[in-house]
Each structure stands twice: as structure tokens, then as C-alpha cells.
T-cell receptor, first 114, second 116 residues
Framework: EAQVTQNPRYLITVTGKKLTVTCSQN?????MSWYRQDPGLGLRQIYY???????DKGDVPEGYKVSRKEKRNFPLILESPSPNQTSLYFC?????????????FGPGTRLTVL | AQSVTQLDSHVSVSEGTPVLLRCNYS??????LFWYVQHPNKGLQLLLK??????LVKGINGFEAEFKKSETSFHLTKPSAHMSDAAEYFC??????????????FGTGTKLQVIP
């Protein structure tokens, strides 16, 4: 089944404790992206990757890191999480990242930073 | 700059009645436009998309949307609401960054409530 998977689905952590949210897709997509969803703000793009070893900032990159060492994986790293990073996070992928490409979303990771 | 406005944060309809979710966009050129749906505790799923072909676009689950350039609108409609349509709906405008890649602008979402 074609899908985007994320782990963990739920995470509660404390300020400053490094964490990684994994994302993997099995559709051989070139383009992957991370979003955060906050009430009343819709989804905002954090980082995106056009292909392996090519990443760039989205609209809200502060406090986040990403890497793309393999085509299928695109982990999101919070090196020193803070309470304002409490949010619902989605990973997505699309074939080439073109403006007509459909994005396929993972199920989401709900992060709480205390 | 491209942007998208969803005019209603909440819409409530009775089961069996029509659904209208409104979306207006601003763009300096004819854009691509998408509607995604998010059911509770789920990821987003594509409902339909407009990509400069037919202006009336049909999607899954009986939804459709009409691209109206003169009104800069892309409203989502369904003739008869079903309980399973209760979800949050996002209008999306992807725009081209340098190199042709997407910058995706999401609307703030419309929560659809369906009353039995």
C-alpha cells in the first residue's frame, strides 16, 4: 500500500531534550516536506526536500533541522525543543514537488513540549 | 504573492442538505488549486484539484469545485451532505519557487459539522 508513515504518533517531552520524528514514504517520491498545524493557522511548511541531500527552509524553520540521506526518509529533528513547538506535525511527499503534484500526507505526530 | 482565504471557519449543515465551503485566492497568474480533507485524528487526503484544464472539477465522495477566474474563487460543493463528511477542509494554493518546486499555502481550514 502506498503510504507515508510517521513515528511516533504521540510524544510528550520536556524543554531541551532532543528528539527526532521519523518520516518514510514508499512511493519513490522525490519531494518531501514537513508541516506544523496549529489552530486557526492552517498548515505551515517547516522544511522541504527536493531530492536526496537537497533541503531548504519553508516558512517556519526556526528550531528545526532536517536531513535527507535516502530518498524514502526525511526525519525532523528538534535539537532543543521549547513549549512553542507544541503542535501537530505532518510529513508529506509528492512525485517531483511540481505545482500540480498531489501531496500525500502521513497520519501526523502530536508533540507536547512541557 | 499568492494567498488563499477560506471565508468560513465553521459550517454546519443538516444531513441531506447541500454543502458550500468557500475559498478565494489571490494570484498573479492562473494557479493550481487543491482541496484537501482532514478527518478527525487523520492525515490530509486529496479531495480534488484544478490544474488549468476543466474549470468544473469533480472529486471523491461526491464533492466538486468550480474555478472562477473572474471571481478568484474555488468553492467546494456537494449536493447532499452525509454524516461521514464531517471533517476539516483545506483550500490550498501551491506556487512555484525557484527551480519549479512548490511553496504551498494552506487556507486556515473550514470545519464542517453535519447534523443528523
Amino acid at each position: 500500500e502506498a503510504q507515508v508513515t510517521q513515528n511516533p504518533r504521540y510524544l510528550i517531552t520536556v524543554t531541551g531534550k532532543k528528539l527526532t520524528v521519523t518520516c518514510s514514504q514508499n512511493m519513490n517520491h522525490e519531494y518531501m516536506s514537513w508541516y506544523r498545524q496549529d489552530p486557526g493557522l492552517g498548515l505551515r511548511q517547516i522544511y522541504y526536500s527536493m531530492n536526496v541531500e537537497a533541503t531548504d527552509k519553508g516558512d517556519v524553520p526556526e528550531g528545526y533541522k532536517v536531513s535527507r540521506k535516502e530518498k524514502r526518509n526525511f526525519p525532523l529533528i528538534l535539537e532543543s525543543p521549547s513549549p512553542n513547538q507544541t503542535s501537530l506535525y505532518f510529513c508529506a511527499s509528492s512525485l517531483f514537488g511540481g505545482i500540480t503534484d498531489t501531496q500525500y500526507f502521513g497520519p501526523g505526530t502530536r508533540l507536547t513540549v512541557l | 504573492a499568492q494567498s488563499v482565504t477560506q471565508l468560513d471557519s465553521h459550517v454546519s449543515v443538516s444531513e441531506g442538505t447541500p454543502v458550500l465551503l468557500r475559498c478565494n485566492y489571490s494570484s498573479s497568474y492562473s494557479p493550481s488549486l487543491f482541496w484537501y480533507v482532514q478527518h478527525p485524528n487523520k492525515g490530509l487526503q486529496l479531495l480534488l484539484k484544478y490544474t488549468s484544464a476543466a474549470t468544473l472539477v469533480k472529486g471523491i465522495n461526491g464533492f466538486e469545485a468550480e474555478f472562477k477566474k473572474s471571481e478568484t474563487s474555488f468553492h467546494l460543493t456537494k449536493p447532499s451532505a452525509h454524516m461521514s463528511d464531517a471533517a476539516e477542509y483545506f483550500c490550498v494554493v501551491p506556487v512555484r519557487r525557484g527551480g519549479g518546486y512548490q511553496k504551498v499555502t494552506f487556507g486556515t481550514g473550514t470545519k464542517l459539522q453535519v447534523i443528523p
